[in-house]
């Protein structure tokens, strides 16, 4: 450890990256390191670890969100572009949606896939943190496997919250806690298939190593609900899929 990150874990600055404490300043690097690492695969491999269970979960978040025709839609974190893909085709000419993602890589990746199926949409490359949009700025607004990255998520659903209109919603789908008969079957496969398929598919397996931890120290579903509550959004809600494997919550700019 170095004298900086000593005196940054005295004074408490510290946070979780996987099982690690880290200095809050390298966490964003450290996951930085890790998207850009897998973000040529990382469409083939969210098909492999999950049996494409992932089109599933994003398909229901879709429906959920109830996106309309002319909404102004923000992607969060949207990677790839799979949700803002499946938005820009509801809103229509009159409505907008936004890829953004803290990653360059992975952004790239979603704005290329965005221009091979025909759409020119915004992009921005930003830190969730401190989004670069005025309040009450879109309807919708959607995060999926973006939260559990973030080194401060409170600050970032509060921002979530601030370019929320009111009436507004937010959509967090994330791995959750899942049923507890089912846990050791499931740490069987996190800690040891995952990093086997990041070895074999992309030459890294300590990303996918991550990957398992970092799931493992995101909050539960009635946490993650409460943190949204205590960033100003009501009505909050959430639905389990897959016995608990992934969770979408919901909340309302009210």
């Given at each position: 450890m170095t004298t900086d990150t000593h005196?940054?874990?005295?004074?408490?600055?510290?946070?979780?990256?996987?099982f690690q404490t880290v200095a809050e300043e390298l966490k964003q690097k450290k996951v930085a390191s890790v998207f850009s690492s897998v973000a040529q695969k990382y469409d083939i491999m969210n098909d492999m670890m999950s049996f494409g269970l992932h089109r599933l979960w994003k398909a229901f978040t879709i429906q959920?969100?109830?996106?309309?025709?002319?909404?102004?839609?923000?992607?969060?974190?949207?990677?790839?572009?799979?949700?803002?893909l499946a938005f820009a085709r509801r809103v229509g000419p009159n409505g907008q949606v936004w890829?953004?993602?803290?990653?360059?890589?992975m952004l790239?990746?979603?704005?290329?896939?965005?221009?091979?199926?025909?759409?020119?949409?915004?992009?921005?490359?930003?830190?969730?943190?401190?989004?670069?949009?005025?309040?009450s700025s879109f309807d919708c607004i959607t995060v999926a496997f973006g939260l559990r990255n973030m080194t401060h998520k409170e600050v970032?659903?509060?921002?979530?919250?601030?370019?929320?209109?009111?009436?507004?919603r937010l959509l967090v789908l994330e791995f959750s806690r899942v049923?507890?008969?089912?846990?050791?079957?499931?740490?069987?496969?996190?800690?040891?298939?995952l990093?086997?398929?990041?070895?074999?598919?992309?030459?890294?397996?300590?990303?996918?190593?991550?990957?398992?931890?970092?799931?493992?120290?995101?909050?539960?579903?009635?946490?993650?609900?409460t943190m949204m509550e205590s960033a100003g959004l009501g009505?909050?809600?959430?639905?389990?899929?897959?016995?608990?494997?992934?969770?979408?919550?919901?909340?309302?700019?009210?």
């Open positions: 005196k940054q874990a005295e004074s408490g600055q510290t946070t979780h990256f996987g959920l969100a109830d996106v309309r025709e002319g909404n102004r839609v923000l992607d969060v974190a949207g990677g790839t572009a799979d949700l803002s890829l953004t993602d803290i990653n360059h890589a790239s990746r979603g704005r290329d896939r965005l221009i091979d199926k025909g759409f020119s949409l915004p992009v921005a490359q930003c830190n969730a943190e401190k989004l670069p949009f005025p309040e970032a659903l509060a921002e979530m919250r601030r370019v929320l209109r009111p009436g507004g049923w507890k008969p089912l846990s050791p079957f499931y740490d069987l496969y996190s800690f040891k298939l990093p086997w398929m990041g070895a074999k598919v992309v030459g890294d397996p300590d990303s996918y190593r991550y990957l398992a931890e970092s799931i493992r120290m995101h909050p539960s579903q009635e946490e993650l609900k009505k909050v809600d959430y639905f389990n899929l897959s016995a608990g494997i992934v969770a979408v919550h919901r909340g309302y700019r009210l």
